[in-house]
């Protein structure tokens, strides 16, 4: 007989940093068929498993989110739930969640997530989550769930795959569940917060740390591993890296997740910036100095990919400061700024405009730049919102009304800007460079840039970490102790 598998959740990573609030319109509500194109592997457990969607919510990381659209998604969720339970046996099911996100009024928003979600299934029946490598994970997010799995890359390059085993894995308790084999579960709290750009899984030492797993997984009677290196613009007392591992045997499962938290915290020290970094001004020179091009600048504390205000123009500044004889050809990708966007509607390709760009979102950070500018294109997107590419001299602009981030050539060239290579510098809005703009850089800088995703975290003010935690403390003796229990 085949298993209903219910499928749905919530996805984006917040930034408790920013004075953003993320709320309806950037959310990407599905359901039906819509959500099951989520999982485009699904042909292959068909005479397995009937997959019914619920509802999921997906946005592009941004600020806390509002408690008016949590509450709301959360009652349609449940409807949507009931009506499902109403007319199938729940055997399983799959939360689609990142796990590093943040709602107004509770500082574990996973946690409350899966507890609503338990409280209307009930606690006999198996949950196993999909997640972002870079969530952080909650006693109550891994005591009310059953298996927990996330990326083994970052750059992200196997969210299909990740999917796909958070359906196996599912499919293994409920066979073993059958055969009267209970799983075992454990965690182990790794005392360490560092940001994606110290941590990619394709440089040392977290190309060694993930390259554990397919090791570990060889073991008998291991289920699955999974290494969180948390997500460090969340102040949250779990905010931290994670490690996890599940398997049928006690011994062996407690083994293995104790052998890979040792080995986490003996790579400590190894973490560093996975590629060179500035200040915006010394990484604007050695750019307008090489003779490399395309040379990549990474707005790297403004990058809307982690959370980031999307808006500030400490950079935009800065060339506009330098003007136009000291410039090569850059393109800048890209400016959030709804209002501009509305105010230039009745405004013609070709014209010419007065513009008070961006820093409107953290006015901390100087506020907008003033500038007059060229139309060059305007487009929408479903994702970017209404879209103008703007120009003033060898500066091309581009400036959307939604959070958006141009991480693939192909976005870029959909915005009329041409090939990476038809530039000399290309500025854009993220931190380590995502793989299309990795493949094309001959040079690469990560400015280091005040901002809500700020890279110096000894800078920002935490106020609800659990201590000790590196980097904040040093010299301290870790606490490595495993937690397990059966499920
Ligand atoms: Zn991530």
Known sequence: MKYNIFVGGIHIESSTFTPYRSGEKDFHITKNDELLKRYPWIDKYKDRINLIPIMHARALPGGIVKRSFYDKYLKDFIQQLDLALNQNKLDGFFLDIHGAMSIEGTLDAEGDFIRVLRDKIGFGVPICASMDLHGNISQTLFDLSTVLTCYRTAPHIDTAQTRERTLTNLLAVLDGRKRGKKITKAMVSIPILLPGEKTSTQVEPGKSLYAQIPRLLQKENILDTSIWMGFPWADQPHSRATVCVYGFNKDDTIACVKELADKFWDYKNDFSFVGPV?????????????????????????????????????????????????????????????????????????????????????????????????????????????????????????????????????????????SYQDYDIIIVKMGYLEPDLSSAAKAWTMLLTPGSVNQDLKSLKFRNLARPLYPFDDDFTPCLDVYAREA
Do not use: C, H, W
């Open 278 to 418: 500035a200040s915006l001004k010394e990484g604007l020179q050695n750019a307008l100095e090489s003779k490399e091009k395309p040379y990549f600048l990474s707005d790297t504390d403004d990058n809307p990919g982690a959370g980031g205000d999307n808006d500030t123009v400490l950079v935009l500044r800065e060339i506009l400061n330098l003007g136009a004889e000291k410039l090569k050809k850059i393109a800048l990708v890209s400016i959030k700024d709804e209002q501009t966007i509305k105010e230039l509607k009745s405004k013609q390709i070709g014209d010419y405009v007065d513009v008070k760009l961006g820093g409107k979102i953290n006015r901390a950070l100087g506020g907008p730049v003033s500038a007059t500018m060229q139309i060059i294109n305007r487009y929408s997107d479903t994702i970017a919102g209404d879209i103008l590419v703007l120009k003033k001299d060898k500066l091309s602009l581009v400036v959307t009304s939604n959070r958006y981030q141009f991480a693939t050539e192909a976005s870029f060239q959909n915005a009329g800007l041409g």
